[in-house]
């Protein structure tokens, strides 16, 4: 199993509020990763993104590595995780007004070597499998415009342009809770793709599929996908891990 991860500031924002962790886990066999992406003004929200996705990694790795139990349930295993990542920004928060509502995205979990792969996320940054023949969605955004789609009122390319587009309805640090989504995936000689709204904005499934599927390496087309973002606004900090199973 083959991963690299980047992150870039963009073009326009001073700060960079995203981060990205990878972490392997040689007692299990697997990999953990984490992506947030920050807000909450530039000092909070990087802030909350780096606290947060330390937490939510240092969590699974100890629970994975313990010899006292063993994982049987990776849904509340990974909710306690991202309890344990939410309650961190949460409590910073309460200390100081300037970090006030700070609070972070989050998209990641476990895969493993076998090929199965175990993944969450709260808010708007994404996963998507790439195989062969497609490159599709795992994630489901928590926004406005995600909802918004589902009722029908808009379609996907309404969404992209609408005014509310970055309004996010789930996110961790904001409140004392929140819930996560668990997708679990067969990766086995496929891609796995995570990113923030500042990669998945400017490309279509369509398009991601065309950059990951040429055979470059996963560092290279990591690299083209944040300079073409760049080069179409980048208007928002930029990260992206590429997960290449065998």
Sequence with gaps: MKCFGLTDKGRVRKDNQDSFIIEKCEAKNCLIVG???GMGGAKA???ASQLSNKAFVDFVYGKLTSRVERVQNYKDMLQSACDEANGVSYEYSKFDEAYNGMGTTIVGGVIKNSGKAHIINV???RAYLIDGQQCRQVTRD???VQELVEMGEIDEDQAKKHPQRNVITRSLGPDDHTEIDLFEVDVRK??????SDGLHG????EELFAYIST???DEETCRLLVQEACARGGRDNITIILIHCA
């Design 35 to 37: 992506l947030c992406d």
């Design 123 to 125: 808010g708007d940054s």
């Design 142 to 144: 928590h926004s406005v």
């Design 45 to 47: 929200g990087g802030l």
């Design 215 to 217: 055979g470059r390496s």
């Design 190 to 195: 496929k891609h796995l793709l995570l990113c």
């Design 202 to 205: 400017y490309f279509s499934a």
